[in-house]
């Protein structure tokens, strides 16, 4: 209960000191009132009252100004916390997802094809040796799906290679695995980022790979990095089947590059590309990032 009443006054203090001021100010108002009504002549006291009231009025302002900005600050930090736990629900949503849909599918299929294999081996061991290289194929993509879902948790190449370098790499894997055609093509200078500009650039440069795989099935990717003052653009242009056959603009890969981009100024936005594809461009604050990253 007592912790309660203390929590109550920080928040109400300036509040409250404002009613105090308010009061003393009634108090000198009521005084010059006596003294115009005992005839008193204006002198010295009425000017000294004066600046009093002016005083305490110009302290109780203050006092609410006060007390209105800190309930605007505590309003927009719990609307902040607020957006980073959906944020966080999200990205654990789409975890589940990915091992449900990728990592599970795969090891499942490779179990099924060596217990199949298990048992053809003294009947038909051509056809188990088949069905021993299919699980291991399984298994290899099940590797693949795992180091993919881990760079995006935890980009540390990002940490290691800056978000150029770890660009490059993601491409790398996607051309090594996929067989498409990438292009890479960045204006940073070896100029680092701040932190949280390029964990999220790189987190949506993961999340727009991840849909081209998935959905669009294109036949080559191009990725733009871009710094123009104090704004960074990331530009991914897949030349796929394009968003009204893929379907890829209503699922959770948007809405987490949105919010992404969202929780740090910035915009991201996903659309048709000219001549067939998806293009996801994205724009953060670089400032911004300065800020959060101290």
Known sequence: MLSMCRGTLRHYRELILAGTFA????WEILEMLLLEQRAVPLSLTLVVHSLQVTLILAATALALR????????????????EQVVVAQEE???RVAYDVHDGVAQLVVSAKQHVDTATDLWTTDPGRAAGESAIAAERLGQAIVETRRILAALRPLAVDAAGLAGAARRSLDDVARDTGWPVTL???LGGVRLPPTVEAAAFRILQEALSNARKHAGPTRIEVVLAREADR???????????????GEARGFGLASMQERARLLGGSCVVEPAPGGGTRVHAQLPIRHGLAAAS
């Open 23 to 26: 009061a003393l100010a009634a």
């Open 66 to 81: 006060a007390w209105r900005d800190k309930t605007a600050r505590e309003r927009a930090l719990a609307a902040l916390v």
């Open 91 to 93: 990205e654990r949503r």
């Open 185 to 187: 093509v960045e204006n």
């Open 232 to 246: 960074f653009h990331l530009d991914v242009r897949d030349h796929g089947v394009g968003l009204a056959e893929s």
